[in-house]
């Protein structure tokens, strides 16, 4: 499985430390198998020692340059990091990224080999018009976006369920992955939006879910430590 923490805009660099430290210790027993993805905010990007990979939650599609508040390849580089989340929800809604911006940011980062979480999901209107609208709208966010891309991961996340403590039902995770596997040639597919301990076993025993990627019950290293230990 993929446990994957989106620490969004929490956390500084010496609790991203302490934090990395504390679920290092707390995941001795974890299954050989798993992969765990931490994405700090910029401000705490590092190399640190551990058995995680550290991954920039976002960054600008350039190596280094006159792009003011932004981060490229070079302040990267610098970390060996070379894992990257693209397309989430917040950016897409917050930040006002297009799906051509998107799809640029994407080409360059798998240009350069980056390892890509790329993040896909549906506003509550479009879920309350059925499957088919739900479909129809998150195969148009791969537009632009190669899907045969040897270092894609692909995150599954409804926006009326992400930070809003509701997840989405078993049935809606198990029929959205099983049509989203075949459209991404069953790359690993996550699944993102309220996940926390409480259903982290429930969730992740959905045929066609790799793994997870967890905002608020990630910040707290105990949380993140028992979803994976789960
Ligand atoms: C996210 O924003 O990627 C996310 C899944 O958040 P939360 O777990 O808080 O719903």
Redesign the pocket.
Known sequence: MIYAA?F?TNHTRKSTELYLNELTDKITGKKSEDRIYIFPPSTALDIYEGVFKIGAQNAYACANGAYTGEIGLEQLDEFDIKTILIG???RREYMRESQDQVAQKFSFFQEHEFEIIY?IGEPLHIREKGFEAVMQYLLAQFEGIDIGYKNLIV?Y?PIW????GRSATIEEISNTHRALKKAINNKPLLY????KPANIKEITTIAGVDGV??????LDASSFAEMILA
Do not use: P, R, Y
């Open positions: 989106n969004k989430h929800s917040e993040c995150a996340e369920a992400i930070g809003t993102g939006g309220s996940a990627l967890v905002g608020s019950a990630s």
